[in-house]
């Protein structure tokens, strides 16, 4: 920091009077459909990932006319979880929590994309994406939608969530000024026995230089006048981070904002002094720093150092509320080393993920009729029985569905198995994501003093989860497991998990290969499949996946897994050229494949070849889409469709027709290039019939879902399924909780008529 003493004091007083156009000015508006969950719901407009571009139909397959841009389409997955919040008929809490999914997942985006396009910028890179833009043009196109975005989202809490939240819940944010005097004599008394001794007030001039402002923060730029001098200085003061966010007032659900009690009280801090003004803003900080793993002789020092580089990485983005004067922007962008064109100007509720708060209030009615997953039945009866759930491993394959069939009577409960019994000698995991307090990890631990020989595979690389990741790898080691913190250069994705046994006939391998982490929180909230198996095949290769990993073997052989970066690509790129095949012979190419996002184009390309020879395709794709469908010539037999609801998709699920005789895949990859190429992945054939029958099903409930899915058109529109006239309403979730009861009570009936028969 430099400059002169008039360098601050050149501050105005005045606010919104004095804003410049810039300041002042609407975002952008897009063409595209209008969007609305059904004929009570909200409607508002719906930004399309890019403006429809002509393409002949003959075109080259790399035609960059022929692709999405990724940055966008996955705003418009943003839209999508935006649009929950808007949906007059999902109960209002649910409603607040989705505003706060929004923010939240806008923060990140801005984070981790904003900040890999400003590094690259900065890096002159001059590589175009597949869909023919320069970072510059993709961080222009993302600032025009962000700003429509964060309009619709001030605008959907502020005009609908927030006043349905009042009138349905009771539940009131109560400004300052609206306080009576016995409300603002209570909040005075919170301020100064709670939140004032924690202030810090930090004066800016040339003899105190501008502040650290961590990720995230809030903070208030104030501006102080002498009363003598008439000077006007600046100082910034952070709002507490540990406290909540909503104080509670005497009358009941009843909340003042945190910050609007600090700036209630600003003058406090500066006595002596005349506060002429006050404005709240937060940054936002590059997660996309510089990683060097190959060069890393630690790699838990080297996190730990990208970890410290994160925490002062250069700010990308920041928000200021509207009211903020041009003088006081351009004094934190200029700190900041900020352009223009990365300040958002903030109209209402600055920071909507602080909303999280409200939803979790112990108000029931308010939310999601309670869903207790359901244990299948073998498992449960094999539990009251004898509990040897390796006797029901050896009878056969159980697949289970998450969060409709239990994590914790099924997976968790394999590994207590495994940890408790006598004859089990050895435990190999991977770990990517896990809970804080982990009962996986903690049974892993439990194992290993036990004497067992127990190698976990713990992922420190796994972006804002290294610090806990690193926590629990210490505590592995301490309890006397091996523990390994990665694959230089490649991330350890894969969901596996091996227990081997000695049993009469010689040793035995169980397995556990999932599409979703090792997580008992989010396997009650996200969609993830597993299959539990003792198939001595599929045993062999996860043998040799962990010798791969924790050892050095870099040509291992697989004979079931299909397993990235070694040979999915090519595995997967031979099942679709099989499905052409088919086509072509007269037969009927079918496709199905359901994953989180698709963006490698090399896999793209081949689905535009196979729908080019008529092979009918469709994708299931929860978030961003580069491929374009619905294109005459090249696309036109491939549907895009999208689920958002209740659950968060997550499960990754390949199914191809292979002339009748289904061939259907499920693991931890999604068809994106980090996936192929960048991580150690693994997917399986599930091969038993009852097995593929039910994914089957799965597949063609999720395609048949008239209330949460959005199809995808060749112009970058997601439009909202609805029943039409007659047609019942199905809700895939809803229909797979209704599934899981249904089968448990099958199950018990079937048992109780063989009992008593």
């Not at 006319?65 to 649910?94: C, G, K, M």
């Not at 005009?159 to 209570?186: K, N």
């Not at 990308?316 to 064109?341: D, G, K, N, Y």
């Not at 239990?406 to 770990?431: C, N, P, W, Y």
Request: proline share 6%.
């Amino acid at each position: 920091m430099g400059g002169s003493v008039d360098r601050y004091n050149s501050i105005a007083t005045r606010a919104a009077p004095d804003m410049p156009d810039a300041h002042k000015r609407r975002a952008p508006t897009f063409d595209g459909a209008v969007v609305a969950a059904g004929p009570n719901a909200r409607a508002f407009r719906q930004p399309r990932a890019v403006s429809p571009r002509e393409v002949e139909a003959d075109a080259p397959l790399d035609h960059p006319h022929l692709y999405f841009n990724r940055e966008l389409s996955w705003l418009d997955f943003n839209w999508r979880v935006l649009h929950q919040a808007a949906d007059t008929r999902i109960p209002v809490l649910e409603r607040v929590r989705y505003l706060a999914i929004t923010q939240s997942n806008l923060d990140e985006f801005f984070a981790k994309r904003v900040g890999g396009l400003k590094r690259q910028k900065q890096a002159g890179v001059t590589q175009l994406s597949p869909d023919g833009r320069t970072p510059d043009e993709q961080l222009t196109l993302i600032r025009a939608a962000a700003l429509q975005m964060q309009d619709a989202m001030g605008e959907t809490w502020a005009q609908s969530v927030q006043p349905e939240l009042e009138r349905h819940a009771g539940i009131r944010i109560v400004p300052y000024r609206d306080l009576g005097e016995a409300q603002r004599d209570l909040v005075h008394e919170v301020f100064r026995e709670t939140i004032y001794p924690i202030l810090t007030p930090l004066a800016v001039d040339p003899s105190h230089p501008f502040p650290f402002i961590s990720n995230l923060s809030h903070s208030l730029a104030v501006v102080l006048r002498h009363p003598l001098h008439a000077s006007l200085h600046f100082a910034r003061v952070k709002i507490p981070p540990r406290r909540a966010r909503w104080i509670p007032l005497k009358e009941p659900l009843h909340f003042i904002a945190l910050e609007d009690v600090v700036r209630a009280h600003i003058d406090e801090l500066f006595p002596g002094m005349t506060v002429a003004g006050t404005y709240l803003f937060r940054v936002t900080r590059n997660a996309d720093v510089a990683r060097y793993e190959e060069e890393a002789s630690d790699l838990v020092e080297m996190i730990s150092e990208e970890l410290r580089q994160r925490r002062f990485a250069p700010v990308v983005r920041l928000e200021a509320e509207s009211s903020t004067p041009e003088s006081v922007s351009s004094l934190l962008r200029r700190e900041l080393e900020l352009q223009q064109e990365d300040e958002y100007c903030i109209n209402g509720l600055q920071d909507l993920s602080g909303l999280a708060g409200l939803a979790n209030l112990d108000l029931p009615q308010h939310r999601f009729e309670g869903w207790d997953p359901v244990v299948p039945g073998p498992l449960a009866a094999e539990g009251r029985e004898t509990g040897d759930v390796f006797a029901l491993l050896r009878k056969g394959d159980i697949l289970v569905h998450h969060p409709y069939d239990s994590f914790t009577g099924t997976v968790e409960r394999f590994l207590e198995s495994a940890a408790e019994d006598a004859r089990v000698l050895a435990i190999k995991q991977t770990v990517y994501r896990t809970s804080e307090d982990s009962p996986v990890v903690r049974t892993l631990m439990k194992a290993a003093e036990k004497g067992k020989q127990v190698a976990v595979l713990v992922e420190v690389t796994a972006r804002f989860d290294e610090e806990r990741n690193i926590s629990w790898a210490e505590q592995l080691e301490d309890s006397g497991a091996h523990v390994i913190y990665g694959v230089p250069g490649l991330k350890t994705h894969a969901k596996v998990t091996l227990v081997v046994r000695e049993e009469e006939d010689g040793l035995r391998t169980y397995c556990h290969i999932g599409t979703g982490n090792y997580h008992p929180t989010t396997a009650r909230l996200y969609t993830d499949m597993g299959l539990l198996t003792a198939e001595p095949a599929i045993g062999r290769d996860i043998v040799e996946l962990f010798h791969s990993v924790t050892g050095y073997a870099p040509t291992p052989s697989y004979r079931t897994l299909i397993v990235a970066p070694l040979a999915m690509r090519q595995s997967f790129e031979a099942l679709i050229e099989r499905e052409i095949e088919i086509q072509e012979a007269g037969g009927s190419g079918r496709i199905i494949a359901k994953m989180n996002a698709i963006d490698d184009t090399d896999m793209i390309r081949a689905l535009y070849e196979a729908s080019r020879a008529g092979v009918s395709i469709d994708l299931i794709v929860r978030g961003h889409s580069r491929l374009r469908p619905g294109l005459t010539g090249v696309s036109e037999n491939i549907r895009v469709t999208s689920v958002v609801g209740r659950f968060l998709e997550h499960d990754r699920i390949y199914s191809f027709g292979n002339g009748g005789a289904p061939r259907i895949f499920m693991g931890s990859a999604d068809w994106r290039r980090r996936n192929l190429e960048e991580r150690v992945e693994a997917v399986v054939e599930v091969t038993g019939h009852e097995e593929r029958e039910r994914v089957s099903r799965i597949l063609d409930t999720i395609m048949r879902d008239n209330t949460t899915a959005w199809d995808l058109d060749a112009n970058g529109v997601y439009q909202l399924r609805q029943p039409k006239d007659g047609e019942p309403v199905i809700s895939c979730q809803h229909e797979f909780m209704a599934d899981a009861v249904r089968r448990r009570h099958a199950f018990d009936e079937a048992a109780a008529l063989t009992q008593h028969g």
